[in-house]
């Protein structure tokens, strides 16, 4: 079986027990809409200034949400013994771990998709620059592939909830400074060489905790 049918029957899996449960779509999508709705009204006095404030409240929320997501993606394969199971297929861990970062990427970006139209309403603002696909899409990239690596560290753990944000968030520190930046400069209608170079950063960061977490996730596996 080729490595691409693999990953392809490995995220047919993440999907179908998704589908089955609706735990990850649902919680990241009460969680996004409600932090939405509470920025909504807080900040409402503050409305003129909220081309300064939307790309942080808008990464902030989907980084958060991710994180929920991600303390969820091994769940199932901790509580029903699935990781040992993995251990012993004779299958390269690194497919195991792009099929996982690809259904992580997945689910994410469903939410993000139907975050933004409530988000767009609720801050008035309009994301009609098609450049700003780039910026989700290699944002929630460089997020899942190094959520997806910490996650399955994390998840031997029995403070899983406390450890993953911890070891998270600090090597997240550039892709959100990049995200955030990008997307202030697309709705402030910034020429898109201003983007180019955050977008760059993007690619670099997203290649290589991919390339290091496809190298590495053997010894995640390992007990």
Do not use: C
């Not at 080729?2 to 993440?14: A, D, G, M, P, T």
């Not at 994301?127 to 929630?140: A, D, E, H, M, Y």
């Not at 697309?186 to 690619?203: D, G, Q, R, T």
């Amino acid at each position: 079986m080729s490595n691409f049918r693999l990953i392809f029957v490995l995220l047919h899996k993440e999907i179908l027990q998704e589908f089955r449960s609706k735990e990850f779509l649902t919680l990241l999508f009460i969680f996004t809409l409600l932090v939405l709705i509470v920025f909504a009204f807080a900040l409402g006095p503050l409305f003129e200034r909220m081309e300064i404030l939307t790309p942080a409240i808008l990464w902030v929320t989907f980084s958060f949400a991710g994180v929920l997501g991600l303390n969820r993606s091994f769940l199932s394969e901790r509580e029903e013994g699935a990781l040992r199971g993995l251990r012993l297929t004779p299958v390269d861990p690194g497919i195991i771990y792009l099929g996982k970062t690809l259904s992580n990427f997945l689910f994410i970006s469903i939410v993000e998709g139907i975050a933004l139209p409530l988000f767009a309403v609720l801050f008035q603002f309009s994301f009609r620059r098609i450049s700003l696909l780039w910026i989700l899409v290699l944002g929630t990239l460089g997020f899942s592939s190094l959520g997806t690596l910490l996650a399955g560290i994390s998840s031997n753990s029995r403070r899983q909830e406390i450890l993953l944000p911890i070891l998270l968030f600090p090597l997240l520190i550039p892709l959100l400074i990049a995200v955030v930046k990008g997307t202030h400069l697309l709705l402030m209608n910034e020429p898109f060489e201003e983007v180019l170079n955050w977008l760059k950063l993007l690619i670099v960061y997203d290649g290589v905790f991919l390339i290091l977490s496809f190298l590495t996730f053997g010894y995640v596996l390992e007990e």
